[in-house]
């Protein structure tokens, strides 16, 4: 053979490695192997009808003080995150409630688009206690958004913003008392992995505000697994 079609053949052979490694490296890129399970909680009633219902509860803090890094707050004791755990599970085919309760503030987000209640039955959710189906674009603290993509699972998108802490609301050390309390409810499709992540520009000065917390997996995204 040719040196030179060796050569090309070699450098296609590397190519392909480094890309399958990547590809290995972004998959494991889990960092956090901790799954937070819905808890079943009976029957509802639904536009498909009657299905199995489950719950989710999580919180959303402004630094990683609360526990869920540990501690001492772990790696990142001032990252923002969603805790206690940033994995989930729920099961097919079912009606899920999940109530989220921010602690903290906020501000713009850069595409009005995530302000929007987004997959939820009827559009809407309960923010403290009261039906919206849009907040404010410039009062918004961080998103819960997960994401469809094309491939052989069912699509799936869902995206709902939770209120900001009020300015004056936000103490200087600790959590506020005046938390804001976002629940909606969504029907779950066939089984698949999903990816949800925080859509407000919540990370530090990098990457536009997508750097820090936003860029590492078990802050401000996680996995999303909804299981047959
Ligand atoms: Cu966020």
């Not at 079609?5 to 972004?26: C, F, R």
């Amino acid at each position: 053979m040719n040196r030179r079609i060796v050569g090309a053949l070699a450098t296609v052979v590397i190519g392909a490695g480094v890309i399958a490694g990547i590809g290995t490296y972004v998959a494991a890129a889990k960092n956090d192997s901790r799954l937070l399970a819905a808890t079943p909680a009976g029957t509802m009633e639904t536009p498909q009808g009657v299905l199995p219902h489950a719950t989710l509860a999580i919180s959303v803090y402004p630094d990683s003080m609360a526990g869920s890094h540990g501690k001492d707050g772990g790696a990142h004791p001032g990252y923002v995150t969603y805790g206690p755990v940033t994995n989930f599970e729920v099961p097919a085919h079912s009606v899920i409630t999940m109530t989220v309760t921010n602690y903290d503030g906020g501000e713009s987000l850069n595409n009005d688009f995530f302000a929007h209640v987004r997959g939820t039955i009827d559009g809407s959710a309960q923010l403290n206690g009261q039906r919206m189906t849009s907040i404010s674009p410039d009062a918004v603290g961080h998103t819960f958004t997960i994401h469809g993509y094309s491939s052989t699972q069912d699509e799936f998108f869902l995206s709902v913003p939770m209120k900001a802490v009020a300015e004056e609301d936000m103490p200087e050390e600790g959590f506020t008392t005046k938390p804001s309390v976002t629940t909606f409810t969504f029907i779950t499709g066939g089984p698949g992995e999903y990816i949800w992540n925080c859509e407000y520009p919540c990370g530090d000065g990098t990457i536009a505000k997508f750097g820090a917390a936003m860029s590492t997996m078990g802050y401000m995204s996680g996995h999303f697994t909804v299981k047959g």
